[in-house]
């Protein structure tokens, strides 16, 4: 999940329909970056806290599978 959270975070960051990054890109990326420059610390608090979450929980899954537990 870890390398799908940048384009889920694009998703949630970014105004612009997804058409647009291939029929406009330079107008599609310049947006994104402006969105992504002026998020709030709060937001960037929360987002980089979801992509923690979601490593350190694959991490902790292999942990214990390796001590024996099934999940599901």
Known sequence: MAIFFPIILIF????V????????TLYA???LW?????????DVF?????????IISGFVIKFLRKQGYQMF
């Open 46 to 54: 929360i987002l980089s806290s979801g992509l923690a979450g979601t």
């Open 17 to 24: 329909p997804v058409s647009s990054y291939f029929t406009d």
């Open 12 to 15: 949630i960051i970014d105004t």
């Open 34 to 42: 402006d969105h992504v420059i002026n998020l709030k610390a709060a």
């Open 29 to 31: 990326f310049s947006d």
